[in-house]
């Protein structure tokens, strides 16, 4: 895994935000595209990378299928992170044990989906994620990723 201290360009900076994608968006692009649109998981990465490089920060983007490898990246990032942007998916809905480590990292959090989550079925209108979230950004589509960290930037910024 690449160090997400150095980002591609080799110019270090001070600490990276991450970007992290939970279940099935590795799919994006192929699943459902009526809901989740047709854009894919790389070219949200290149959009997070690229707002986040405008904003003087550096998006260190993972994602994965298994809650615990998640949760582990929330508890790295407790160390070598500036904030989170998050894409919980499936588990916004399901995972207390994900809700807990985001609260306990006390890192500043966007939580972003790309549909709008209360449009959808009723299991899908609680998310426990969004109880420790600074901010909640949803149906925006991928453009919820470029407000979810040109937000994070302004946090950051404020709290310097």
């Known amino acids: 895994m690449p160090n997400p201290q150095v980002p591609p360009t080799g110019v270090p900076v001070p600490g990276p935000v991450l970007v992290l994608n939970g279940p099935n968006l590795n799919l994006l692009g192929l699943r459902e595209p009526e809901v989740y649109g047709t854009d894919t998981l790389a070219g949200i990465e290149l959009l997070c990378r690229r707002t986040a490089a405008a904003h003087g920060l550096y998006a260190d983007c993972r994602q994965s299928n298994h809650e615990g490898v998640l949760i582990d990246a929330v508890h790295e990032a407790r160390t070598g992170h500036?904030?989170?942007?998050?894409?919980?998916?499936?588990?916004?809905?399901?995972?207390?044990?994900?809700?807990?480590?985001?609260?306990?990292?006390?890192?500043?959090?966007?939580?972003?989906?790309?549909?709008?989550?209360?449009?959808?079925?009723?299991?899908?209108?609680?998310?426990?994620?969004?109880?420790?979230?600074?901010?909640?950004?949803?149906?925006?589509?991928?453009?919820?990723?470029?407000?979810?960290?040109?937000?994070?930037?302004?946090i950051l910024e404020e709290n310097r």
């Open 82 to 154: 500036r904030g989170i942007v998050i894409n919980p998916a499936g588990y916004s809905h399901t995972s207390v044990a994900l809700r807990d480590a985001l609260a306990a990292v006390e890192l500043p959090v966007v939580e972003v989906h790309l549909s709008n989550i209360h449009r959808r079925e009723e299991f899908r209108h609680h998310s426990f994620v969004s109880a420790v979230a600074d901010t909640v950004i949803c149906g925006a589509g991928t453009h919820g990723y470029a407000l979810a960290l040109t937000h994070l930037a302004r």
